[in-house]
């Protein structure tokens, strides 16, 4: 007769274990100690066996017949319950250990091999570990479009687009090492093109205006601060470089004979080699900063360490303390005011985009721009190297004839 819940209720511990059938193998083993299992009987290639389906209430009577069911389908496809529910058992673990989190840090690690720069690996790990918190503990491919679209929507709202694309970006690597690794059936960013609103663009505060420019160099050669971070931000400004290039900036990277410098692709935005050529007056800064020492490889390190980068703020904390608000000027900003100031007098435009490492969308062209343009950006680089001399030589005997006015 079937077992119902009510009967299962009133069963009652006894001095020794008893059982109560239900039908097809199913029976429930009530314990002296008042425990009641779920187990089942069955036989496979003849020697019987028993297989457990849990302890009532937790399993409930509707719930155990289900597993039986399954079992004796199992068992009806020529396979052992037993052994298929150790399978599902395993995979359940494996499953529960493939989380965002476990994935993500595969990725990171793999970013690390790349040789990423510094910055681009510090942004990445707090993506990962702070920003994308809320997933760390989901298993990966359980995770979906929506859940994903809510956390960058909380992002966006507090004002960070920027920071809400490039996380969908990092999200985006990272679903797709799992994809191939067979531990996520699709990456669910790509649902999500569009769905974000676009990054507000600003431009980098510069100084555009050449008076205002030589009285920043002025102020650049009367700055107080440590003397690396000075000859750092001119040799950016003279080189037409970002401020990371620069940091990063090793021995190795110079061939002071040929008068060149090589940013490796992992260091420049476009993610290929820069190669910069040295006017007399860059290439006389990498001689004053250049150290024999050996594990001694950057050319403007840290104050605190020779063999750390400069702080990626270190620039415009210089700048600020100089005077200058971030309304004012930037770091970033001195490109754009080397643009602007070489296209007013009429240099090349072409070869200036091609000494700002500018990618061309046509690749012939881009080809040919390297090749072609290599001697005019060498006579570039040094044409601008003596006109931030000529500015900085204005702007100081204008302050010297204003200071004699001022005195009379």
């Not at 555009?208 to 440590?226: N, S």
């Not at 003397?227 to 003279?238: M, N, P, S, T």
């Not at 190669?275 to 006389?284: G, M, W, Y």
Request: hydrophobic share 40%; charged share 30%.
């Amino acid at each position: 007769m079937a077992l119902t819940d009510l009967k299962i209720r009133k069963a009652k511990a006894r001095e020794k274990p008893y059982k109560l059938a239900d039908g097809g193998g199913l029976f429930l083993l009530i314990k002296p100690n008042g425990s009641k299992l779920w187990q089942q009987k069955y036989r496979y290639h003849g020697a019987e066996r028993l297989l457990s389906h849990g302890q009532y209430p937790d399993v409930s009577l509707a719930q155990a017949r289900q597993k039986r069911d399954k079992a004796r389908a199992v068992l009806a496809e020529g396979g052992d319950p037993s052994v298929r529910k150790r399978l599902d058992q395993i995979e359940a673990e494996t499953q529960a250990r493939n989380t965002f989190l476990l994935v993500a840090e595969e990725y990171l690690h793999m970013a690390y091999e790349r040789e990423l720069a510094d910055a681009t690996m510090r942004k990445k790990i707090w993506q990962v570990h702070t920003l994308a918190a809320p997933l760390h503990h989901r298993p990966i491919r359980d995770i979906t479009s929506a859940e994903i679209l809510h956390l960058l929507k909380r992002i966006e709202r507090s004002g960070r687009r920027e920071t809400a694309k490039k996380l969908r970006g990092t999200l985006s690597g990272i679903f797709r090492l799992a994809v191939v690794t067979m531990r996520a059936d699709n990456d669910p960013t790509q649902a999500l093109k569009g769905a974000l609103l676009p990054v507000k663009t600003t431009n980098r505060a510069a100084i555009t205006d050449e008076k205002l420019f030589g009285q920043f160099l002025c102020d650049l050669d009367d700055y107080t601060g440590a003397g690396v971070i000075k000859d750092a931000l001119l040799f950016q400004i003279l080189t037409m470089t970002r401020p990371g290039e620069v940091r990063g900036a090793k021995q190795y990277e110079f061939d002071l004979e040929a008068r060149t410098w090589t940013i490796p692709a992992e260091r420049t935005k476009m993610r290929r080699d820069h190669i910069v050529p040295l006017s007399d007056q860059a290439l006389e800064l990498i001689k004053a900063h250049w150290i024999d020492v050996e594990g001694v490889d950057l050319i403007f390190p840290s104050i605190s360490s020779n063999r750390k980068w400069l702080s990626e703020n270190a620039f415009n904390s210089a700048i600020r303390r100089m005077g200058y608000s971030k309304e004012e000027v930037t770091a970033h900003g001195f490109r754009a005011t080397a643009s602007t100031i070489l296209n007013d007098r009429g240099f090349d435009a072409d070869v200036i985009e091609a000494a700002l490492a500018h990618q061309d969308k046509n690749t012939i062209r881009r080809t040919y721009n390297r090749a072609t343009y290599w001697e005019k950006r060498t006579e570039l680089m040094q044409d601008w190297a003596n006109l931030v001399d000529e500015f900085r030589t204005s702007a100081s005997s204008l302050s010297a004839s204003q200071q004699r006015r001022t005195n009379r």
